[in-house]
């Protein structure tokens, strides 16, 4: 439909406000109406059509154009345009308000407002996508995130926050530690965080450095999602790159509620020839630990099968998967230079459980390095290869005999 001249000097946040009034009217139906046909209420439905100053989001607009039975691909290039719009003019206010680059990074943070203005450009740069989108992906509640964005602020917000918003923007592992570094900077500079923080803080940045900590994690699956970027690494290294896993059973790699997809990442993997070795427990011994967590005899065996079938599928071959036979204590996944460890506490699965990142140092025998030889080289070498036979037995999940 054509717009007149004057509806052109509108802005384009207006035009899409105006269009959907239009419709509403030509649908006549009313808002509580459109309401029980779509999944938002009839106050939301009414602010999208009246908004001048920012386009609803499209999940609403779409909904709204649906319950009126109107054009969705005319709307979403109204939308779009709306959306352009707004994103320019938020960018040229950041800009000229703070005087500062749009590619402001965490790198050139020395204050609060820059910090928080680099968080904010990082949101702008990912599409700025809405708090709550971003709070679902980190754990935390919408008003929580909406408040570390607030430019009122007089320090910057938990380090642990920060570290949950940017991981959920897409940060990667060089970049986490960019942010960390952001964040102390600030927070030595900040008399506040200073008193409450710096000497617990400096106090463990002093043992976790040599130690090679790189992050700390309430679950394996933050820990998972974090170590990503690592397997990338090693995917893109080809023959050289290394995967390695220790685990009851390969549950720790497919089953995550995170943005971690192993099977996309260990296609990738054998199709440029990395060294992948999956080390689990023996299926003849796996019920001692099923019993340990409470769940029926050989939930862990089927549990594996179903796993070694799905990694069948990219290819995974029986000369990467060995036997170990006893149970792990700890759940880990080893690199070139990095190492995600998570422990199992006594009776409970570990996946519920805190995780550790370790990276490799300069420094001899660190935990990288014990971990390296004794969780992972050790144990493959004494651990019993999968003969043809068993590798059938698990394709097809037959349980196999105790050994006697």
């Known amino acids: 439909m054509a717009l007149d001249s004057a509806s052109t000097e509108l802005s384009a946040t207006a035009i899409l406000a105006t269009r959907l009034r239009s419709l509403h009217r030509a649908a006549r139906i009313t808002y509580r109406q459109m309401s029980e046909v779509v999944s938002y209420s009839h106050t939301t439905l009414s602010r999208a059509a009246s908004s001048t100053s920012s386009p609803p989001s499209w999940d609403v607009c779409e909904a709204f154009v649906k319950a009126c039975q109107g054009d969705i691909g005319e709307f979403r290039r109204l939308w779009e345009a709306a959306r352009s719009e707004l994103e320019a003019s938020r960018r040229a206010h950041l800009q000229s308000a703070a005087g500062v680059r749009t590619e402001l990074g965490p790198n050139d943070v020395t204050n609060v407002a820059d910090f928080i203005m680099a968080l904010t450009l990082a949101r702008?740069?990912?599409?700025?996508?809405?708090?709550?989108?971003?709070?679902?992906?980190?754990?935390?509640?919408?008003?929580?995130?909406a408040a570390a964005f607030d430019v009122r602020r007089h320090q910057p917000p938990s380090l642990s926050l920060v570290e949950r918003i940017v991981r959920a923007l897409g940060a990667s592992e060089s970049d986490m530690d960019s942010w960390c570094q952001a964040w102390t900077r600030v927070a030595a500079a900040s008399p506040v965080l200073y008193r409450q923080a710096s000497s617990d803080f400096e106090a463990l940045r002093r043992q976790a450095g040599p130690l090679g900590l790189a992050g700390i994690y309430p679950n394996r699956d933050e820990a998972l999602d974090a170590f990503a970027g690592a397997i990338e690494a090693e995917v893109r290294k080809g023959a050289s790159g290394r995967i390695w896993l220790i685990g009851s059973s390969m549950k720790g790699l497919l089953q995550t509620n995170g943005r971690f997809r192993a099977v996309h990442l260990l296609r990738g993997a054998i199709e440029r020839g990395c060294d992948i070795r999956f080390l689990v427990t023996d299926p003849t011994l796996v019920d001692a630990r099923a019993a340990q967590e409470e769940r029926p005899p050989a939930a862990i065996f089927y549990e594996m099968c179903q796993n070694i079938v799905e990694f069948e599928q990219v290819r995974l071959r029986r000369e990467n998967v060995r036997y170990c036979t006893g149970a792990p204590t700890v759940f880990g996944v080893c690199t070139s230079d990095r190492l995600l460890l998570n422990p199992y506490p006594f009776g409970c699965e570990a996946f519920k459980h805190f995780s550790l990142i370790f990276r490799k140092t300069s420094d001899a025998d660190t935990v990288f390095d014990r971990y390296l030889a004794d969780h992972f080289e050790k144990a493959w070498e004494a651990s019993d290869e999968i003969t043809p036979r068993q590798w059938a037995d698990i394709l097809s999940r037959k349980k196999p005999r105790s050994r006697r």
């Open 124 to 145: 702008l740069r990912k599409g700025k996508p809405s708090f709550r989108r971003i709070a679902r992906d980190a754990g935390a509640s919408t008003s929580t995130v």
